[in-house]
């Protein structure tokens, strides 16, 4: 998928969109997507000047849309303006090296588990094959009207 067949599968947009391109999905078990990482990303003028590093919380978020992109293809939907897919928790989360400017951030996840619209996954952000971080993640599609 490229970027305007995954924007038709996510609500977030610029400068919160985290993910560039999805090169292999099988529905209702994983995804593989990635985001090209580069110094004009707006967080880096604060994260850290002079070093700048990609916050491990916008790794996670990443993970999530990846999950999102993922999920919404199993299901055959796409965002509504009357419902949502949260973000819901994350559990086990560790970063094993730091994300810069110029990595191309690899975003792997596979389903765990689904049960009333609540969906977990196992969630890995890699560069250059290493693991970059990892975490739990849990999302879950609520109406917000």
């Given at each position: 998928m490229e970027?305007?067949?995954i924007i038709e599968?996510?609500?977030?947009?610029?400068?919160?969109?985290?993910i560039d391109r999805v090169v292999e999905m099988e529905l209702d078990k994983s995804i593989h997507a990635y985001k090209n990482v580069t110094i004009n990303e707006p967080f880096f003028?604060?994260?850290?000047?002079?070093?700048?590093?990609?916050?491990?919380?916008?790794?996670l978020e990443a993970l999530a849309q990846a999950a999102g992109v993922l999920s919404f293809k199993t299901m055959n939907e796409r965002p509504e303006p009357d419902s949502i897919f949260y973000f819901a928790g994350v559990d086990a989360a560790r970063f094993k090296r730091p994300v810069v400017p110029?990595?191309?951030l690899?975003?792997?996840?596979?389903?765990?588990?689904?049960?009333?619209?609540?969906?977990k996954?196992?969630?890995e952000g890699r560069v250059d094959g290493q693991l970059a971080a990892e975490a739990e993640i849990m999302c879950a599609k609520r109406d917000i009207k």
């Open positions: 970027i305007r067949q599968h996510l609500p977030q947009r610029y400068p919160f969109l985290l003028n604060g994260h850290f000047p002079g070093y700048p590093v990609m916050p491990g919380v916008l790794i110029g990595d191309q690899h975003l792997h996840i596979v389903i765990t588990r689904k049960m009333r619209g609540v969906w996954f196992h969630g």
